[in-house]
């Protein structure tokens, strides 16, 4: 029997590309983002069966309705991919308005925190009970980048996050994985202006190595793959070359 996966922001980047790797490796697949038309492309090019639930993941409500229907149409959930994210804005952090960080915490954090509240009540009741979540992080979750303030703040959250949970969910056989992503050649990576270089901390802008991110995807169909009785708490992904950790 396939098992089912949800995955938000399913209708471009990390999220398209994790999809579609889930699908091509057999898994049933729920997708969710906010663009309906975007996202039903994304399910034409998964090759296994999908649900296509288009919705906004920092509406309460909402998310609700998309587990309700995960488990109307499949029966079950097996993991859930907390991907959904935005990148917020890149100024300097005294010039950043209160609804510019309540945004970005609202989709990278709040979002995240209502799902995993609905993929627990989920993975306590089922038989067997259990499941998995994987939470996007990112490299700024160690090391901010400048000008970049409310990312860095949201994707802190979401260690705490996936440590809190991991270990609420221990007793229940739920574990839950935080990924953090390097530089990707994605949509998102031009939003952070990669294609003119990344800004360093001494000013300069430079052409940092990117990854395909078809090695994302497929690190995600491994982590879902896996046994529950193995935990993965934390897993970096990202270019040989890239300047982290004293590297450049």
């Known amino acids: 029997m ?20 889930l699908s091509k490796a057999g898994w049933n697949v729920v997708l969710s983002a906010r663009r309906e038309a975007e996202l039903l492309e994304t399910a034409q090019e998964c090759p296994a069966s999908t649900l296509a639930v288009p919705g906004d993941v920092t509406d309460p409500m909402f998310v609700k309705e998309l587990f309700s229907k995960t488990i109307g149409h499949y029966g079950r959930l ?3 991919f907390n991907n959904a994210g935005i990148p917020g804005p890149q100024k300097p952090l005294e010039d950043i308005e209160l609804s510019e960080l309540s945004q970005v915490l609202n989709v990278n954090v709040v979002a995240s925190f209502l799902c995993t509240q609905e993929a627990f009540k989920i993975f306590k009741s089922q038989e067997p009970q ?6 996007n992080g ?10 970049s303030a409310p990312y860095a703040i949201s994707k802190h959250a979401v260690s705490g996050l996936t440590k809190a949970t991991n270990l609420d969910g221990r007793k229940y056989n739920i574990t839950v994985t935080q990924i953090d992503i390097g530089n990707v ?6 939003k952070f202006g990669f294609g003119k270089g990344a800004l360093q901390p001494d000013g300069r802008y430079i052409q940092e190595p990117m990854i395909d991110g078809k090695h994302v995807g497929d690190t995600i169909v491994h982590i879902a793959n896996l046994p529950l009785d193995v ?3 934390e897993v970096n992904i990202m270019a040989s070359g890239a300047p982290f950790v004293g590297r450049g």
């Open 2 to 21: 396939a098992k089912v996966v949800i995955v938000t922001g399913a209708s471009s980047g990390i999220g398209k590309i994790s999809a579609i790797a």
């Open 78 to 80: 097996d993991v859930l």
């Open 130 to 135: 259990g499941g998995r979540i994987i939470n």
């Open 138 to 147: 990112s490299i700024a979750a160690h090391v901010p980048r400048p000008n």
């Open 185 to 190: 050649f994605t949509e998102m990576a031009k």
């Open 231 to 233: 935990a993965m708490l």
